[in-house]
């Protein structure tokens, strides 16, 4: 092997080291273009895929939270515009979730797309569901209600006991009069009209306190139970009027004509009152909020939750395909330099000791001739 490359003329070497370093130069330059490609393939996907579809279904879910405590604060507030303002707000956050929805499709793959199918069917099932609430907590009967109780009722509520409390004390009195007198007929008398105002003073106190009970309700079919109790209380009170009506005296007359004005009143807007409390449109709302609405943004979140951690595992193994692809090429890199210096150097020793070899031969040479 050495005796043929020392046959090889000194010129020839010296190209084929030169040829061998542009090969190598040449090998590596196409290797690493090629790893590079592929590193910046495997980086892009990360970017544009991995990382963006973590980015939109992150957000997504953002969008939801906010959604949700949008319809919580539309549940618990009792004016009509900012219930306004917060459904608004709810149409703004569904077109922006549809949006991202759109975007997150199209670098979804075909299992992900499977899922935010599912998705937007049980995100469209939640805004049907958010729709019916909005409705029914915009129709706000259970706080007309406690308002008109408040600012209607409760001060007629207040004059219709200050009333027959008055006749009641009247009566009293009297009967204080008639144990003096020692009077049975009168005593009899007046102690039966004492019982009925006591009756009704007790039947007026407790229709307001059914009354309150009813607002209060956050039961339907407790609802009606008290609205049942209210109607049955009537007509025994309207049916002790009439019986006093008939027996009043003189002194006691004034509270009780005023009373019954104010009962008379009072029965209209007690009406009004149980319809719209019948209604019961915010516990409703509440209700359906707490019922379906929840069990489908629950569902629409774990589906987005799910679509999240299979992105993260994503971003993962396209990080590992990056660093093993990344390794691959440096050692293949390393090799290819290595190989070429290690045969460059060999023929450069080899073209060294052919030179030397010459140059001795020539100086032999010339001291023989000398």
Do not use: C
Not at 58 to 70: A, E, G, H, P
Not at 230 to 239: A, C, F, G, M, W
Not at 313 to 339: E, M, Y
């Amino acid at each position: 092997m050495a005796n043929k490359l020392s046959k090889i003329s000194l010129k020839v070497k010296f190209f084929s080291v030169v040829l061998i370093f542009i090969i190598i130069s040449f090998l590596i330059g196409i290797v690493g273009v090629w790893n590079l490609s592929g590193m910046k393939d495997q980086i892009t996907k990360i970017v544009n895929n991995s990382a963006e579809k973590i980015i939109l279904a992150t957000s997504i879910n953002k969008d939801l939270l906010l959604v949700s405590r949008s319809e919580k604060n539309m549940l618990i507030s009792e004016d009509e515009s900012e219930m306004g303002k917060y459904a608004d707000l709810i149409e703004k956050l569904r077109k922006k979730i549809l949006e991202k929805s759109k975007q997150l499709s199209l670098i979804a793959s075909q299992d992900e797309k499977k899922k935010l199918s599912l998705f937007n069917k049980t995100f469209s099932q939640f805004m049907d569901t958010h729709k019916a609430i909005s409705d029914l907590t915009r129709e706000n009967t259970n706080f007309k209600a406690a308002h008109l109780a408040a600012t209607e009722a409760a001060p007629l509520i207040t004059k219709l006991d200050s009333h027959v409390e008055k006749v009641l004390v009247n009566y009293e009195e009297e009967f204080k009069e008639a144990t003096q007198l020692f009077d049975a007929m009168y005593l009899a008398e007046v102690g039966e009209l004492m019982k009925r105002s006591a009756r009704l003073l007790g039947a007026i106190r407790e229709i307001e306190n059914t009354e309150q009970a009813i607002i209060l309700s956050r039961n339907m079919d407790k609802t009606q139970l008290l609205i049942s109790r209210i109607n049955d209380l009537k007509k025994p009170i309207s049916d002790e009027f009439n019986a006093l009506g008939s027996l009043i005296n003189k002194k006691s007359k004034p509270d009780f004509e005023a009373a019954t004005g104010i009962f008379n009143q009072f029965t209209i807007i007690s009406e009004q009152i149980t319809v719209l409390a019948a209604q019961n449109s915010n516990i409703k709302a509440f209700e359906l909020s707490q019922t379906q609405g929840k069990t489908h943004l629950d569902q629409a979140e774990k589906i987005m939750a799910d679509l999240v951690n299979a992105s993260q595992k994503g971003l993962i193994n396209d990080r590992d395909i990056a660093d093993k692809n990344f390794s691959q090429a440096r050692t293949l890199l390393i090799g290819i330099a290595v190989a070429g210096i290690l045969l460059g150097t060999w023929l450069a020793y080899m073209i060294i000791h052919q030179i030397i070899l010459v140059l001795g031969r020539l100086i032999l040479n010339v001291l023989q001739t000398g």
